[in-house]
């Protein structure tokens, strides 16, 4: 057995050696490391079969994830198989149950959802990761190996297609809303900052490293084109005119007049080294080229996609829409004086300006609502106050007042 298959025998060996401490990662998205399983945990590491979590905890690597969802016949198959943009989609929707579970106490769908978007948000981070580094290597090493100008075009056209595809994963990936929409979850908000928010520099570096280098890429290619229908050209010619012969046309005393119609050739002309007395002008050209080149450096590093930066950016303090500041300051009153009725238009004649009357109370209907599907507002009571007469059968009832309760411990 060659060198190859004694790699691929130990790699079998070690993973039936250690399906446990795998089996352990992908279901419950972590295996944490201990003095029984660190020697095992390296080594699964060592193999790429396992990777960093945080600091003492693996998870499994998105690749052999996604092989064994597709094994198992998951449901995350059918997210795998679509693009990465409807990978963010199902992250909000995602962050949307979890939310929901959360306000309902509902513990155990909480947990599953929560170990779903950590999932998601690894095999985002993942994909972002192999896909620029992968394409960013095929970059640096792949132009040099196509002979023919047709290669050359499929070559630029696939380039073209990856490289928009991860640009607009990551337009669609907008940072400050996903964190502005777990705020309130503080161990999602530490989740997508660290494993996905914080390498958005990374990539984008590696995209703006791949879209300079496929600049320079179809320049040439432009260049490639021209010189390759000029020899298409010449070469339909001699088909042409099989007895065809190259003349000296330093004899003729008049040239032909489909060579007035050539381009002439570019001559450049260079200083002899040698001529001291070219010494001065030489060393001016020199000084010359070095300041260019400096404002050119200058003006590259004034280029903030090409910085990288670990630090998490600054957060913005947004001010809260005023008719939130008037549900705050109305909540918070009934909240002082429990077991008491308070009036929502009574408090609007009081301290409520800049909103009409029917949408305050509104806002205040959609509030209560919210806040009676958390358990800190089980006590929350809520009145209407309908109008007696209606005219018509709308349906609809009209209510002129809100009353709401907030009723001691004791009951």
């Known amino acids: 057995m060659n060198q190859a298959g004694q790699g691929l025998d130990r790699l079998f060996k070690t993973l039936a050696n250690h399906s446990d401490l795998i089996s352990e990662a992908y279901f419950n998205g972590v295996v944490l490391k201990n003095n029984q399983t660190q020697q095992a945990l390296n080594k699964l590491k060592q193999l790429k079969v396992l990777v960093n979590h945080d600091d003492d905890s693996y998870r499994v690597a998105g690749r052999l994830s996604q092989f064994i969802d597709n094994a198992l016949s998951s449901e995350r198959v059918r997210r795998l198989d679509t693009d990465l943009a409807s990978w963010i989609e199902t992250l909000e929707q995602q962050i949307g149950l979890y939310q929901d579970a959360g306000y309902q106490n509902r513990v155990a769908d909480g947990d599953s959802y929560f170990a779903e978007i950590e999932r998601l948000v690894f095999d985002l981070a993942d994909t972002l990761e192999e896909n620029t580094r992968y394409l960013l290597m095929l970059v640096n090493s792949r132009f040099a190996n196509v002979r023919t100008l047709a290669e050359k075009q499929k070559q630029n056209a696939f380039y073209i297609s990856r490289l928009e595809k991860l640009v607009n994963a990551i337009s669609a990936l907008q940072p400050q809303f996903l964190l502005e929409l777990v705020e309130e979850q503080p161990e999602l908000y530490a989740l997508l900052d660290r494993h996905l928010v914080r390498l958005l520099p990374v990539y984008q570096q590696r995209l703006q490293a791949i879209l300079d280098k496929l600049k320079v890429f179809l320049f040439k290619l432009r260049q490639i084109e021209a010189r390759a229908q000029l020899v298409q050209g010449f070469a339909f010619f001699l088909q042409q005119n099989q007895n065809y012969q190259p003349q000296d046309w330093s004899e003729r005393d008049v040239i032909p007049e489909h060579w007035n119609q050539l381009k002439p050739l570019a001559l450049s002309g260079h200083a002899d080294l040698l001529d001291n007395a070219l010494t001065d002008e030489l060393i001016e050209i020199a000084q010359k080229i070095r300041l260019e080149s400096a404002i050119?450096?200058?003006?590259?590093?004034?280029?903030?996609?090409?910085?990288?930066?670990?630090?998490?950016?600054?957060?913005?303090?947004?001010?809260?829409?005023?008719?939130?500041?008037?549900?705050?300051?109305?909540?918070?009153?009934?909240?002082?004086?429990?077991?008491?009725?308070?009036?929502?238009?009574?408090?609007?004649?009081?301290?409520?300006?800049?909103?009409?009357?029917?949408?305050?109370?509104?806002?205040?209907?959609?509030?209560?609502?919210?806040?009676?599907?958390?358990?800190?507002?089980q006590r929350l009571q809520m009145e209407l106050r309908q109008v007696d007469t209606v005219q018509g059968f709308s349906g609809n009832k009209k209510v002129q007042d809100i009353m709401l309760k907030y009723l001691a411990a004791e009951h």
């Open 296 to 377: 050119g450096v200058a003006k590259q590093n004034k280029r903030l996609l090409n910085t990288v930066s670990l630090n998490p950016p600054a957060q913005k303090i947004l001010a809260l829409p005023l008719y939130r500041q008037y549900i705050a300051r109305y909540f918070d009153w009934v909240l002082r004086h429990q077991d008491q009725a308070i009036s929502a238009v009574a408090f609007y004649k009081t301290f409520v300006t800049d909103i009409e009357p029917a949408i305050w109370l509104s806002c205040v209907f959609n509030e209560v609502l919210r806040r009676q599907r958390s358990s800190a507002y």
